[in-house]
């Protein structure tokens, strides 16, 4: 034998050596042994230094402890992570309000329904990630000063740190692995944080809304009003929550047989939806911060070719969930310029959090505001048994009732149970 074949996903197969395959397979091998920073062992290591760090006096640990009520799930490292479950802190991402606003509505109509307590604090700075990965701009101190400041936010006002970013989310868990584990950048970041009149305080676990969504998909299915059960679902999963720090993110072993993250999938699975796989399952949405950035047309690319397209070509989806701001807007609004172009493949692009809300019975234009999005989701809401004809019309009424001066409607948290632990200081 001379060669071999190797299968890249949907229709794309190389033809490779023998040797290549070998050293294809040897680093696959090594991939699955090597995860982020150095092996499962090392960030195992990195956790217990923590808490010997908490020993010293060096840090504050904020604990998911009992008063946030934290179910326990297994990470991709085998070992248990609790997920708080109430009184938390939401870390917003910089792009829902300008992109997507229903992702973040539709979770917190979400957390009211299920009378869960939230704090919306408008003293949260972002986590200035997209400096790093979008352009390399910023540098490992000026990231984990700032994670460690938003982070002593949530930490004065008592409550735990729900992360909606992806992006945030896989910054902050390499911001904590460098912090912790490099005695230089920690000191340096405390040096920081005294000007503002801060301490250093790490989160034992660093959560992502979507382990928040998955731990509670039992009692979103219980308040189901729309049969979800001929709805066909495909899920993208950011790669910022599970390649980032991979050890760290939540599997479930009756979930995909363990094969996928967790998240999302579970929820799906849960409300009755059914799930399909698809064949470039583990590739990136194509936003990619720099790609977005400085080559748009490789990612809107990507985006429809190696994500839209086999999506429907494979499974005929009515739907694809994403647990990322980055990966809707770019999944989404991507596909105006191939549907310009003559291609015909498109399918809505939501997030867990919106088409649970939906199935829930959240109005899809005052709360999980579909109209921000571009490819149509009217045939998604038609299966759904949801008249979308009649929301549209409430809403257009709504709307003009408060050009007229009445006021918005809000979701309002319900009412906390834990006090703050400090006056925040001047909000900075």
Not at 81 to 108: F, N
Not at 257 to 267: F, L, N
Not at 304 to 324: C, M, N, S
Request: aromatic residues 10%.
């Amino acid at each position: 034998m001379t060669g071999a074949v190797l299968n890249l996903g949907g229709d794309e197969q190389v033809e490779v050596g023998v040797q290549d395959l070998k050293l294809f397979e040897r680093l696959a091998a090594e991939r699955k042994e090597t995860l982020a920073f150095g092996k499962v062992e090392d960030y195992l290591r990195m956790l217990e230094k923590m808490r010997e760090l908490e020993r010293s006096g060096d840090i504050i640990i904020h604990h998911a402890g009992d008063e946030y009520e934290p179910v326990t799930v297994k990470t991709l490292s085998g070992r248990d992570k609790k997920i708080p479950t109430v009184e938390l802190w939401q870390h917003k991402s910089c792009g829902q309000c300008g992109h997507i606003p229903g992702y973040i509505s539709a979770l917190y109509w979400i957390l009211s329904e299920l009378r869960v307590p939230y704090v919306d604090d408008t003293n949260q700075t972002s986590c200035t990630a997209w400096n790093y990965y979008g352009s390399g701009t910023s540098n490992s101190v000026a990231l984990s000063a700032v994670f460690a400041r938003n982070m002593h936010a949530a930490w004065e006002k008592n409550a735990y740190p729900l992360i909606h970013c992806g992006t945030s989310y896989g910054d902050y868990k390499e911001c904590r692995y460098l912090m912790v584990m490099n005695r230089e950048i920690r000191d340096r970041v405390k040096a920081i944080l005294k000007k503002i009149g801060r301490e250093l305080v790490i989160p034992e676990e660093l959560v992502h809304y979507s382990e928040w969504l998955h731990v509670k998909r039992a009692e979103l299915a219980e308040r189901r009003k729309y049969d979800v059960s001929g709805i066909k679902v495909a899920v993208h999963a950011a790669c910022h929550t599970y390649k980032l720090m991979a050890e760290d993110f939540t599997y479930d072993a009756s979930i995909m047989e363990g094969r996928r993250p967790a998240p999302t999938t579970s929820v799906a699975l849960a409300l009755g939806a059914d799930v399909k796989e698809y064949s470039t399952w583990s590739d990136c949405c194509g936003f990619g911060f720099r790609h977005i950035l400085t080559e748009r047309e490789i990612s809107r690319s990507f985006a429809y070719f190696r994500k839209i397209q086999p999506v429907v070509r494979e499974t005929g989806a009515d739907v694809l969930l994403v647990h990322d701001t980055g990966c809707v807007t770019t999944l989404d609004k991507s596909q105006v310029v191939t549907l310009a172009h003559g291609f015909t493949e498109t399918v809505p692009v939501i997030s867990d959090a919106q088409f649970a809300a939906l199935a829930m019975g959240a109005h899809p234009f005052k709360v999980c505001q579909l109209h921000w999005h571009l490819a149509s989701w009217k045939n998604l809401l038609h299966k759904m048994g949801i008249d979308w004809e009649k929301a549209e019309a409430e809403y257009k009424d709504y709307v003009q009732r408060v050009k007229e001066g009445v006021k918005p409607e809000f979701i309002k948290p319900p009412p906390r149970r834990l006090e703050p632990r400090m006056k925040a200081p001047s909000q900075k």
